[in-house]
């Protein structure tokens, strides 16, 4: 027999499978994951301009931070006028949430450009431009759901 506390979490979790299948089949959805893309593409360009003009005079983990706050910056900007539309809330509370989410992204991808130059050997901007991908689905996901709600 099944536990009131099993039965809610089976519930619950039919409840997000439903409501994640309805949301996939949203072209709105799609769309704002393209801008999201697109914008993160201009940040992406950022990013890496900027860390290239430092890595070379500054450690290149704190060269890749600062590069990653000013094209997290730009991002914020763009995704909350273009991306999500956002006319509601403050936009202090969303920049907050919005540099919540990137922390944890700058996180993972300080792990992986880490893990890139130091064990693989990769070259720093080459290992920069791999990391930089490799958190995108966190951050959409994170924005999304909570930064432009």
């Not at 290149?60 to 909350?80: D, G, H, K, P, Q």
Request: overall charge positive.
């Amino acid at each position: 027999m099944k536990d009131a506390r099993s039965e809610a979490a089976e519930i619950g979790f039919k409840a997000h499978a439903r409501r994640l299948h309805v949301g996939i089949r949203r072209p709105h959805n799609w769309l704002q994951l393209v801008r999201y893309c697109l914008v993160g593409a201009s940040g992406y360009v950022v990013n890496l301009g900027v860390y290239s003009l430092l890595y070379t005079e500054l450690s290149y983990r704190i060269a890749f931070t600062i590069a990653f706050v000013v094209a997290a910056s730009s991002n914020f900007l763009w995704n909350r006028v273009w991306t999500f539309r956002v006319v509601h809330g403050v936009p202090h509370h969303q920049y907050a949430r919005f540099l919540t989410v990137s922390g944890v992204a700058l996180c993972m991808d300080l792990a992986v450009l880490t893990f890139l130059v130091d064990t693989v050997g990769l070259h720093k901007v080459t290992a920069a431009a791999i990391a930089i991908v490799v958190a995108t689905p966190v951050s959409f996901l994170g924005n999304k759901l909570w930064s432009f709600r």
